[in-house]
């Protein structure tokens, strides 16, 4: 599967952003879809994931209940919306997919074999 991300921007502290992801080829309801971020100089650090069904969805503790990952399968796309951002969420974005992963490992990159190209997000005042 191939996949694109896109939607990031420059936002100040308090606002949101959506960022999309589209599957080019594949269909994405096939996958577990997955947020990944990075910033400069640290690794790239687990932020969120949603089951086949988008029933299942997981979040990394620094933005659980602010950030939410959903899916539209119709339109073959995953969504990451942002709220309540901080300058600490500033970084690279990066969608994932992987047809089987265990939740235990959905937060290492490894685990993580597609991967779209980073979607810049800014946030600062």
């Known amino acids: 599967v191939q996949l694109q991300a896109f939607g990031g921007g420059s936002v100040e502290p308090g606002g949101s952003l959506r960022l999309s992801c589209a599957g080019s080829?594949?269909?994405?309801?096939?996958?577990?879809m997955g947020w990944f971020r990075q910033a400069p100089g640290k690794e790239r650090e687990f932020v969120a994931a949603?089951?086949?069904?988008?029933?299942?969805?997981y979040y990394s503790d620094p933005v659980a209940g602010r950030f939410t990952i959903s899916r539209d399968s119709a339109k073959n796309m995953v969504y990451l919306q942002m709220n309540t951002l901080k300058p600490e969420d500033t970084a690279v974005y990066y969608c994932?997919?992987?047809?089987?992963?265990?939740?235990?490992?959905?937060?290492?990159?490894?685990?993580?074999?597609?991967w779209g190209q980073g979607t810049q997000v800014t946030v600062s005042s």
């Open positions: 994932a997919a992987s047809s089987y992963i265990l939740w235990d490992s959905a937060r290492k990159s490894s685990a993580w074999p597609y």
């Open positions: 080829t594949g269909t994405l309801s096939n996958y577990v």
């Open positions: 949603v089951g086949w069904g988008a029933e299942e969805v």
